[in-house]
Nanobody, 125 residues
Framework: QVQLVESGGGLVQAGDSLRLSCAAS????????MGWFRQAPGKEREFVAA????????YYADSVKGRFTISRDNAKNTVYLQMNSLKPEDTAVYYC??????????????????WGQGTQVTVSR
């Protein structure tokens, strides 16, 4: 059974930092792209960041570019999201996603087959 388990969420103040982790088990994503998405209350799930297995392709949403950094440790089957200079509008449930079939690095949720349960990030003013 494939599982993606996120951790590292919490309640922080504007300007603070958080580091999310996503550990995969049940299969390796060492040759698959992985990404992060988020969903705020009353809004659709949106793309945050994605990174190819090789690390040569990295995408960010415009809203997080320059503040968030996605990284991965293929040996540990883990992907990270370092979030700096957090803003109240970053408040959302953050989901880790795994491509599952190849290293295509997409920005749409339908391009990812495996999902974590999500971790809440709340940024207060």
């Amino acid at each position: 059974q494939v599982q993606l388990v996120e951790s590292g969420g919490g309640l922080v103040q504007a300007g603070d930092s958080l580091r999310l982790s996503c550990a995969a088990s049940g299969r390796t994503f060492s040759r698959n792209a992985m990404g992060w998405f988020r969903q705020a209350p009353g809004k659709e799930r949106e793309f945050v960041a994605a990174k190819s297995w090789s690390g040569t392709i990295t995408y960010y949403a415009d809203s997080v570019k320059g503040r968030f950094t996605i990284s991965r440790d293929n040996a540990k089957n883990t992907v990270y999201l370092q979030m700096n200079s957090l803003k109240p509008e970053d408040t959302a449930v953050y989901y880790c996603a795994g491509r599952g079939s190849d290293d295509y690095t997409g920005k749409s949720s339908y391009e990812y087959a495996y999902w974590g349960q999500g971790t809440q990030v709340t940024v207060s003013r």
